[in-house]
């Protein structure tokens, strides 16, 4: 299936949605919407942000070879970045986008459980400054879903198992504090009793609610 993400301006005007290699906007707060094609080719997943200093919307299309496109004009049009090390992300399913109110941006992968951040709009990326995630838990959880941040610049990820010895589906969640330069020990959201679906996405309020979005 495909994974779709969703990005609204501080305005509560402007509202993208991200689905493959779609976006679905509207400039009204949702009363009209337009579609429009970003790039061609597979992208079954599809992450989007808005940085809310700034307005500039990020969109992640993943696949084998994933890209990142940057708005700054609320969607209309976009601009493809080049990223000089972009092998971080290259092959590793670009799966979901984050900005926090320092302007860093983060993104998980869905090969391996990984967050990357860069702190020049995507032109860059580091890894080392965020960690890997695969060491805050056992090795079989392999595919990262959601990245996000808090009012207080903690981010929080998502992650799961494609499968595992009990012969189903584990999802845990992990959070990494902007004081900390370590994960916290990966939680087991479900406490080994998955719903009969898959979460996709999720949304962090103002203060530190995580949401999850499950598919059934």
Known sequence: GSKAG????????????????????????GITWGQQAINAGDATNAGITVNKNNGNFFYVQGNSAPRINISTNSGSTWTNISPTNWELLSNRYASNVCVDSLNNLYCVTGDGWYVFSSSDNGTTWNSSSVGIINKAVNSQVNIGSFVG????????????????????????????????????????????????GCVFNGYIDTGHTVFEITKT
Not at 9 to 28: K, N
Not at 155 to 171: E, L, R
Request: include cysteine; glycine fraction near 10%; charged fraction near 20%.
């Open 149 to 196: 941040v808090d009012s207080k610049d903690s981010i929080y990820t998502m992650g799961f198992s494609g499968s595992n010895a009990g012969g189903g589906t584990k999802w845990y969640i992990s959070r990494k504090s902007s004081y900390s330069a370590d994960w916290s020990s990966a939680i087991d959201i479900f406490n080994d009793t998955s719903p009969n």
């Open 6 to 29: 969703i990005a609204i301006s501080a305005s509560l005007r402007d509202v993208l949605v991200a689905c493959g290699r779609f976006v679905i906007s509207s400039s009204d707060g």
